[in-house]
């Protein structure tokens, strides 16, 4: 995986907001109660600049040709973090969700905002590795910029009651692997938990409660669900910490619908989900604390 640190933009205009790392500050208070957790002042998502309409617009064309994303990678692998997102970014969504944002005149939601931001930063990303001269990839690196300090101010105050949706878990899925490509592991441990409890909540993880929806929503919810599984169960064991989901609670069949992108396809889905059962199995088995007090020879 190429890391992201390394193309970051001089520019000091958008610098990360302190405090992204632990986003409830310790708030020492004036009489003799312990301390109370409160959250840093709030900022106007409405008022943060966001990368001109036009470079958007001229990347989100560039997002319609077929097989966009593996052929922006043709002399290496697409980055996981990236391919995971594209398992579940729709383009026709996440295009109005871009003239939404753009066009809107109230404040967007937090989920809104984190999405396009996300997809923005990964996109002008990309963008910038493939761009034909300096001066065009030093642009690119300004919007990716951008678009990544919006979205640490969005992680930054996130509401972390939010209410279980299919957006909120997308928006917390995106924050997630930002921060996993930011070697911010915990936090993205954060993001992924609140996002499993609510797949939870929602019923995806249960065959029966999708018996009455449509093929297309049934997929969907799917591979959210998926995704966050993957994700919750590589971050358990690199944290050394207990899945949220586990195995024995789960019905659906682990087998995915086909992913919004031609790549990862329906197999390559398949397969990191196995993959990330195994990963669950390692971390059970071999060093869960159930399992180190195990006799060596048995681990």
């Known amino acids: 995986m190429q890391s992201r640190s390394r193309h970051r933009s001089a520019c000091k205009v958008w610098s990360p907001r302190p405090g992204f790392t632990n986003p409830l500050v310790e708030v020492e208070s004036d009489d003799d109660d312990p301390p109370s957790r409160k959250s840093l002042p709030r900022t106007n998502l409405r008022e943060l600049p966001l990368p001109p309409m036009a470079l958007v617009r001229e990347q989100l064309s560039q997002m319609r040709r077929p097989n966009w994303l593996t052929s922006a990678h043709l002399d290496g692998p697409v980055p996981v973090m990236l391919a995971i997102l594209y398992t579940f970014i729709d383009y026709e969504h996440f295009a109005d969700r871009c003239r939404q944002l753009y066009f809107v005149t109230e404040t967007p939601s937090e989920a809104d905002f984190i999405i396009v931001n996300a997809g923005l930063a990964y996109i002008f990303f990309e963008a910038s590795l493939t761009a034909p001269d300096s001066a065009k990839k030093a642009h690119y690196e300004e919007c990716r910029a951008m678009a990544q300090n919006n979205l640490e ?46 797949c939870r909540t929602l019923g995806y993880h249960q065959i029966h409660t999708m018996k009455d929806d449509m093929p297309q929503t049934k997929a969907d919810k799917s591979l959210l669900f998926w995704c966050t599984y993957m994700l919750d169960k590589a971050l358990s064991l690199r944290l050394g910490r207990a899945s949220v989901l586990q195995d024995y609670d789960i019905s659906l069949p682990h087998v995915t619908p086909d992913a919004k992108a031609a790549y990862p396809g329906k197999e390559v889905m398949t397969l990191w989900i196995q993959h990330a059962r195994v990963l669950g199995r390692i971390y059970e088995r071999l060093y869960s604390p159930g399992a180190l007090r195990q006799p060596e020879a048995y681990r």
């Open 153 to 198: 101010i969005a992680l930054t105050q996130l509401n972390m009651m939010m209410t279980a949706t299919a957006e909120n878990i997308e928006a917390l899925l995106m924050g997630a692997c930002f921060c996993i490509d930011e070697s911010r592991a915990s936090v993205a441990w954060i993001l992924v938990s609140r996002a499993a409890h609510m």
